[in-house]
């Protein structure tokens, strides 16, 4: 069998360590200030809160299954599928105190943004069970992967600031990570 498929995502992630190893808290943009030019853990109504991330992921896919045996009441399958991620993650709040250069928290916050665009990879095995002719029900394991990569940022400044790194940092890691589901759900024939 042959299906096609649309999913949608929404995640709220927390930034609980925004200091990575490309930057340095005390030194990076230090020409915007002689002493410390990031705060490292945000206002002080923020601290050790970290600050949250919107994640917005939509997927399209077309997947095909293979029924080992069809004509049985239990039917075992397995599958490949071919899917398209559009994903985009910001910040939620803008906080010009947190991590950013003082020189520029006018621009730094509104324009930082990761976008990316790639191609997954889904394989599936499972088995549908059918209870009556109408009725059934499905079990399903699957793991997808990212087979390209096509991220963009949208930030319109001159040079990198630590909220687009951050952001970058994190949308590279969840488009390259591996994704495993289990799923169940009730078949309706019509």
Not at 107 to 131: I, P, R
Request: no cysteine.
């Amino acid at each position: 069998s042959v299906g096609l498929g649309f999913g949608y995502t929404s995640m709220d992630i927390v930034d609980v360590n925004p200091n990575y190893s490309g930057f340095n808290s005390f030194n990076t943009f230090n020409s915007f200030n002689t002493f410390n030019t990031f705060n490292t853990f945000g206002t002080n109504a923020n601290i050790n809160q970290g600050r949250e991330m919107t994640y917005r992921q939509m997927d399209l896919s077309v997947d095909g299954k293979f029924y080992i045996v069809p004509d049985s009441k239990i039917k075992p399958f397995v599958g490949l599928g071919l899917g398209y991620r559009r994903a985009t993650l910001k910040y939620k709040d803008s906080d010009p105190y947190f991590n950013q250069p003082l020189g520029n928290i006018s621009t730094s916050l509104q324009d930082s943004e990761y976008g990316s665009n790639y191609v997954t990879g889904t394989a599936t095995a499972g088995a549908d069970v059918s209870f009556t002719e109408m009725i059934g029900a499905r079990l399903m394991l699957s793991y997808t992967k990212g087979l390209t990569s096509s991220s963009n940022t949208d930030n319109t400044r001159a040079f990198t600031t630590l909220d687009q790194y951050n952001l970058e940092s994190t949308g590279e890691s969840i488009e390259s990570a591996n994704f495993g589901s289990i799923s169940a759900g009730f078949i309706l024939g019509f």
